[in-house]
T-cell receptor, first 116, second 114 residues
Framework: DGGITQSPKYLFRKEGQNVTLSCEQNLNHDAMYWYRQDPGQGLRLIYY???????QKGDIAEGYSVSREKKESFPLTVTSAQKNPTAFYLCASSIISGRGDTGELFFGEGSRLTVL | KNQVEQSPQSLIILEGKNCTLQ??????????LRWYKQDTGRGPVSLTIMTFSENTKSNGRYTATLDADTKQSSLHITASQLSDSASYICVVSSFPGGSYIPTFGRGTSLIVHP
């Protein structure tokens, strides 16, 4: 089945450690996104990418890094510079506008990161 | 600044009852409005999409309405089931040129009790 796969589902990290969250999609979507979700808040955009080898900062990019070496993959690294990394992280993808797209985001199942 | 406000923040109802969730927005230029359902610990899934010219759209027991003049939308759930317990997120997208830009509401947490 086509979809977005995030791993790991749960991750625990000690302070000062970098961790990488995986996101893979087989929907042949051009655009991929990383969102952060905290209790009582709307989704906030961390990074997005519309083509391979190119990505843009979102609203809360500080302390995070990404890469887009393949169309199917968009890993997110949470660095030690991120002051409050404990959160639920959601990866999403979408068709690029202009090709019958309506802006629908297709989300993965999320990764919950806890800093000990 | 584009904003999406949802109410109530949380809602508890008995199984079988109906409920209505509200979404007010100030997003410009408006392109479309989506309601997503997010089960606890899962990713959001799109329920319905409304464009400027649409007033009502149904998806099973879910009915969404849109009043583009007052910039309000509602999601009505009929004959609620335990599986309706989830967070419902209103997302309004603008299309200033080139790509959609979504603005997310904070969601309404719905709990359906037996």
């Amino acid at each position: 089945d086509g979809g977005i796969t995030q791993s790991p589902k749960y991750l625990f990290r000690k302070e000062g450690q970098n961790v990488t969250l995986s996101c893979e999609q087989n929907l042949n979507h051009d655009a991929m996104y990383w969102y952060r979700q905290d209790p009582g808040q709307g989704l906030r955009l961390i990074y997005y990418s519309q083509i391979v080898n190119d990505f843009q900062k979102g609203d809360i990019a500080e302390g995070y890094s990404v890469s887009r070496e393949k169309k199917e993959s968009f890993p997110l690294t949470v660095t030690s510079a991120q002051k409050n990394p404990t959160a639920f992280y959601l990866c999403a993808s979408s068709i690029i506008s202009g090709r019958g797209d309506t802006g629908e985001l297709f989300f993965g199942e999320g990764s919950r990161l806890t800093v000990l | 600044k584009n904003q999406v406000e949802q109410s109530p923040q949380s809602l508890i109802i008995l199984e079988g009852k109906n409920c209505t969730l509200q979404c007010n927005y100030t997003v410009s230029p408006f392109s479309n409005l989506r309601w997503y359902k997010q089960d606890t610990g899962r990713g959001p899934v799109s329920l319905t999409i409304m464009t400027f010219s649409e007033n009502t759209k149904s998806n099973g027991r879910y009915t969404a309405t849109l009043d583009a003049d007052t910039k309000q939308s509602s999601l009505h759930i009929t004959a609620s089931q335990l599986s309706d317990s989830a967070s419902y997120i209103c997302v309004v997208s603008s299309f200033p040129g080139g790509s959609y830009i979504p603005t997310f509401g904070r969601g309404t947490s719905l709990i359906v009790h037996p």
